[in-house]
C-alpha cells in the first residue's frame, strides 16, 4: 500500500532516496535525504514540506502506523534511531539546509574518516570493486579482501599511511564496537570475508607492507643494476687515459696510437666489469650481511679488493717465469714504483664509492608504494 496522491512528493522522495542501491549513493539516512533535496527546485521542495504537514496533520494521534503501512517496505525509521516524527522534522529541516545532515548523525557516525570512506566506496562494495578490479588487474578482484589488495597497491604512499592510520584511529576511538560501527556506516565486514575490524585492519597493514616490500625491492635491485652498469666505467676512463699518456708497448709496435686508446679503452672496461662482477659485488653483499653500509667501508674494503686484483693479475702475468721471479719483481714494484698499486687501489675505490653512491645501502627503501 502507498500512501493517498496528496502526499506524492513524499512517495516520490521515499522511493528515490531508500532502494536496494541507497548504500552506493550516500552512508546514511540524513546524508540520502540530503542529496535528494538539494537537487530539488524552490518549488518542489516547498511542496515536499507540505505533504509532510499534511500527514502530520492527518495523522496527528499516530503518524507511525500509516507511515509504515506507506513506506515500511522503503524505511522504517526506527531501525536508524529515529521515530516517524523525528524523520519528517529532520526532512523538513534538510529541505531549508541540505548542507546540516551531520547534526542529525548518530554520534558514532559523525568523525570523519575520508580515507576510510574512499577505501569502502573503491573497493568494499561490489559494482564500485569490480569496476576498481579491472582498471587495476585485468582478472579483477576475486573477493573483498583481493579487492581491498588491489586498492592499497595503487593507493600513493602518503593516502596508503593516511588509510593505516585512521584504521588505528577508527579502532582506537571504538574499541570493541569498531565492527559494529563499521558495519553501520559502510560494510559487514564478517560477512565480508574480514571477520572483525582488528583483523580487517591487519588484513590491510600486511596487504600494504607486502606492497611496499614489493616495491623496495624491485627499487633496490633496478639500483644495483645501475651501479653494475655505472661504477666499472672508471677503470675504462683510466686505462684511455694511460693510453693517451703512454706510448704503446714494444710488442704492440705496430699499432698506432688511436688504435692503441680504443684497446686501452675496452681492456680497461672488461677488466673494470669482470673485477666488479667477480670481487666488487661479493664485496657488497659481505659488507651488506656485516651491516656495513657507509661511503667509508666501501671506499677501503674496494681499495683493498683493488689491490687484490693487482697483486694476482701481476703474480699471473710472471708466473711463466718463476714463482722466485715473480716475488722479487712483486717486491721491486712495491717499493721503486708504489704509485702503480696506489693506482689500482685509487680506482677501485673510486668504483666502490661511485657503487655506493648509487645503490645507497646506507638508506632504506624509498616509500614508494
Not at 38 to 45: C, K, N
Not at 68 to 88: C, I, N, T
Not at 197 to 208: H, I, M, N, Y
Not at 247 to 274: C, D, H, K, Q, T
Amino acid at each position: 500500500m502507498r500512501a493517498d496522491p496528496p502526499f506524492r512528493f513524499l512517495t516520490a522522495m521515499m522511493g528515490h532516496c531508500f532502494h536496494q542501491d541507497m548504500d552506493l549513493e550516500a552512508e546514511t539516512v540524513p546524508e540520502a535525504v540530503a542529496l535528494y533535496v538539494r537537487g530539488l527546485t524552490g518549488e518542489a521542495g516547498r511542496a515536499l514540506q507540505t505533504d509532510i504537514e499534511n500527514f502530520q496533520q492527518q495523522h496527528a494521534d499516530d503518524p507511525d502506523a500509516p507511515f509504515l503501512r506507506a513506506f515500511g517496505d522503503d524505511l522504517d525509521p526506527r531501525e536508524v534511531g529515529l521515530s516517524v516524527s523525528d524523520f519528517l522534522r529532520m526532512v523538513e529541516a534538510l529541505v531549508d539546509h541540505p548542507a546540516s545532515f551531520r547534526q542529525f548523525l548518530e554520534e558514532d557516525l559523525k568523525t570523519e574518516f575520508p580515507q576510510l570512506r574512499h577505501c569502502a566506496s573503491a573497493c568494499l562494495h561490489l559494482p564500485p570493486m569490480a569496476a576498481e578490479a579491472r582498471r587495476l588487474e585485468p582478472s579483477g578482484a576475486r573477493s573483498r579482501p583481493h579487492a581491498l589488495a588491489i586498492h592499497l597497491g595503487a593507493l600513493p604512499w602518503d593516502d596508503k599511511q593516511a588509510l593505516l592510520a585512521e584504521l588505528q584511529q577508527f579502532e582506537d576511538l571504538y574499541g570493541d564496537r569498531a565492527s559494529q560501527v563499521f558495519g553501520k556506516r559502510w560494510l559487514d565486514l564478517e560477512a565480508s570475508g574480514f571477520g572483525g575490524f582488528r583483523e580487517f585492519r591487519q588484513f590491510a597493514e600486511l596487504a600494504a607492507a607486502s606492497e611496499c616490500q614489493r616495491n623496495g625491492s624491485e627499487t633496490i635491485m633496478k639500483r644495483l643494476i645501475a651501479a653494475l652498469l655505472l661504477a666499472p666505467l672508471w677503470a675504462s676512463v683510466t686505462t684511455t687515459i694511460f693510453a693517451i699518456l703512454s706510448p704503446p708497448p714494444n710488442f704492440l709496435e705496430g699499432v698506432n696510437r688511436e688504435s692503441w686508446i680504443a684497446m686501452g679503452a675496452i681492456m680497461g672496461g672488461v677488466l673494470g666489469y669482470i673485477s666488479v662482477l667477480a670481487v666488487g659485488l661479493p664485496i657488497h653483499k659481505m659488507l651488506q650481511r656485516r651491516d656495513h653500509r657507509s661511503a667509508r667501508a666501501y671506499l677501503a674494503t674496494w681499495f683493498a679488493g683493488a689491490l687484490l686484483i693487482w697483486l694476482i693479475a701481476f703474480i699471473a702475468g710472471f708466473v711463466r717465469d718463476g714463482l722466485t721471479f715473480s716475488a722479487s719483481y712483486l717486491a721491486e714494484t712495491i717499493v721503486n714504483r708504489p704509485y702503480v698499486p696506489l693506482t689500482f687501489g685509487v680506482v677501485g675505490a673510486v668504483v666502490g664509492g661511485t657503487f655506493w653512491a648509487i645503490v645507497r645501502p646506507d638508506r632504506a627503501p624509498p616509500p614508494a608504494c
